[in-house]
């Protein structure tokens, strides 16, 4: 029986909805934080601080968060930070009912977040090669599921609700959150527990995550693929700062219009997400990475030309959909190659360059609309993705993927695999 034809396993199913819940609380607080911040404040560099706030465990802590998630247990990191995000979150919530909730709590309380979050989506990243035995199409057919699924719950049915929810009190949204951590907790805790390979001899932390984002660098896919979100933030963080002002200035739409342009992304990249496994046998995933990868720039430029907000829709979507595709591929690749000891330092350092390289966008966009013109941060985000796209193409070549697929088949993905020097025995150690 083929990989196409065999069903994902009952765990998925649960795992599933343990993010879909998450994710639908995550949108939640992603629009009720800043408006909490805003009842709070009006001086826009402490608004910056708690959105800012979120992100920071990803530039401090990625690479040695990912080095303790390959030595814990992953389903149990998985229910402990969401049961602990669900206890932390009942602090705000009460400072809100008693109204002496301020700003440098609720900058705490992102940060706190923003460090679960690295140990929960590292630990999920890493979970799910194994749940679905590193098979490569069952690991595509789950990534779409759960990427579409995130999209439609934090980028479309979350941040309305969690308006909506603050209009009936200001630990409302909060608590919501709260409620979705806890569930999300008691379903993972539900799942199989997994078998974790750890090395024989007990190194240092910070050696182990030297081991882990060393061996990124040194193998051409993975660095392929660690390169792609990395420049594509670049990009994307460029024509996200001044696309509010382009869609006022240039295209004529107010505040209403401007939400039905996200939304059209947002629609994309569930579209694409689910065309992703398609494109991928179809293509082979190399060339659809590739194929998908130059979608986004051009869409991005086509976005830059557009005359009306009817094209710069359509842009948009087009740009979401190989966005949403991408981000199924990528993932899933990463997982059927990468041996179970380094997934978890491998996911987070690939995540860490991201999220590093989206200050420097932020500031590039800003730079250049302000030395230049408006449409000038999308022409540059434009021709930059489609540098990267030629640059990592050999990268992830059809040729070069299938000889790491093969090398991981023969291997079964454990220790042996190319580059992976560290013996391993079978356990599964706590988070002890």
């Keep these: ?141 789950a990534n779409s599921r759960l990427r579409g699924a995130q999209t439609a719950a934090s980028g479309f049915a979350g941040p309305p609700a969690g308006s909506a929810l603050l209009a009936l009190g200001r630990a409302v949204p909060l608590l919501a959150d709260a409620v979705s951590f806890l569930l999300s907790a008691l379903l993972v805790r539900t799942l199989p527990a997994m078998p974790r390979p750890v090395p024989e001899a007990r190194e240092s932390l910070l050696r182990q995550a030297r081991a882990g984002a060393s061996y990124v660098f040194r193998d051409r896919v993975l660095l392929g693929l660690a390169l792609r979100p990395a420049v594509g933030n670049i990009a994307f963080l460029a024509v996200e700062t001044v696309l509010a002002l382009f869609a006022h200035d240039r295209l004529g739409i107010g505040a209403y219009g401007f939400g039905l342009l996200l939304t059209a992304e947002a629609t994309g990249g569930l579209l694409g997400a689910g065309i992703a496994s398609f494109l991928g046998r179809r293509l082979g995933t190399g060339t659809a990475l590739t194929c998908t990868a130059a979608v986004e720039g051009l869409a991005v430029l086509g976005l830059a030309a557009a005359p009306d907000p009817y094209a710069a829709g359509s842009a948009l979507a087009v740009c979401g959909a190989g966005m949403g595709a991408t981000m199924v591929l990528a993932p899933s690749l990463r997982q059927a190659i990468v041996p179970a000891h380094l997934m978890g330092r491998v996911a987070s350092t690939s995540r860490m360059l991201a999220m590093c390289a989206a200050p420097v966008g932020a500031f590039l966009g800003g730079w250049l609309a302000t030395a230049y013109d408006i449409r000038t941060p999308l022409c540059a985000a434009g021709v930059l993705l489609l540098a990267m796209t030629a640059v990592t193409a050999s990268m992830t070549s059809n040729r070069r993927v299938e000889a790491a697929l093969r090398a991981a088949a023969r291997t079964g993905g454990g220790p042996n695999h190319p580059a992976g020097k560290d013996r391993v025995r079978q356990s599964a150690p706590g988070l002890s």
């Excluded at 009952?10 to 609380?25: E, I």
């Design 1 to 141: 029986m083929t990989s196409d034809a065999r069903r994902l396993p009952a765990g998925f199913g649960r795992l599933w909805t343990a993010q879909t819940v998450s994710s639908l609380g995550d949108g939640v607080t992603h629009a009720a934080l800043p408006l909490l911040a805003l009842t709070l404040t009006r001086d826009p560099m402490a608004l910056a601080v708690v959105t800012a706030a979120g992100t920071l465990p990803w530039l401090l802590f990625g690479v040695l968060g990912g080095a303790l998630v390959d030595r814990w247990d992953r389903r149990r990191t998985m229910w402990v930070t969401d049961a602990a995000r669900a206890a932390l979150l009942a602090i705000p919530a009460a400072a809100a009912a008693l109204d002496v909730l301020g700003i440098p709590l609720l900058a705490a309380v992102a940060f706190l977040l923003g460090l679960g979050g690295l140990f929960f989506d590292t630990a999920a990243t890493a979970y799910l090669p194994d749940l679905l035995r590193r098979d490569p199409a069952l690991l595509e057919r």
